[in-house]
């Protein structure tokens, strides 16, 4: 086995698929960090939630959100829905996995606030209900998808954005996510104190 060239490979591709992404995601990026500024500067929160991998880039965005990006600012308010482990058990345990984040958005979304769903097939059915659940309170939904969109991706609605990355490969998918996930950041940083010089 050569690892080398497996490695290289991977820089490649991942490399060559950001570059085939750009121009049929830029625009969607940059209505999302609109929407997101827009729901911040109202005193409106995002709340975002995924599984697995997904689950890290909930927590990465909210961090970047709550704490900062690459500037200081003051602290914004984001919550990712896939780290009290409490909550989670619980409802895995007393209702369902699929509502372990549907319930979440439920109790603290309020019309306004945006939900930041994450999967990388738009298929994850507690994602799938989260969705919904934003839905019936009122938010507006940015979806990080791959694989078409799925599910998610039908759920969104003309008021939502969804960006969805051009592939099928879930190590791909979830790195043009976290590129995306840095994009907004920034993009609610320059529209909140400006571009920098």
Do not use: W
């Not at 896939?82 to 369902?96: H, P, V």
């Amino acid at each position: 086995m050569d690892t080398t060239h497996r490695i290289r490979a991977h820089f490649a591709d991942s490399a060559q698929l950001k570059l085939a992404a750009v121009d049929v995601m830029t625009p969607h990026i940059a209505r999302a960090a609109a929407l997101m500024t827009d729901c911040l500067l109202a005193d409106g929160k995002i709340l975002a939630c995924g599984n697995g991998g997904s689950a890290s880039d909930a927590q990465h965005f909210a961090a970047e959100m709550v704490g900062r990006f690459e500037r200081e600012r003051p602290e914004l308010p984001a919550i990712s829905l896939a780290t009290d482990t409490s909550i989670l058990t619980a409802i895995a345990n007393d209702y369902d996995f699929a509502q372990v984040f549907a319930r979440q958005v439920r109790a603290l979304g309020d019309a306004g606030d945006i939900l930041l769903a994450i999967s990388t097939s738009g298929n994850s059915g507690n994602v799938v209900a989260a969705v919904d659940a934003a839905h019936d309170r009122g938010m507006r939904i940015v979806a990080l998808t791959g694989r078409g969109g799925g599910r998610v991706g039908e759920l969104v609605s003309v008021d939502d954005v969804h960006l969805c990355v051009p592939h099928t490969v879930t190590a791909r998918i979830q790195e043009v996510h976290l590129l995306t996930i840095h994009c907004l950041c920034d993009a609610i940083d320059a529209s909140l104190l400006g571009d920098e010089a």
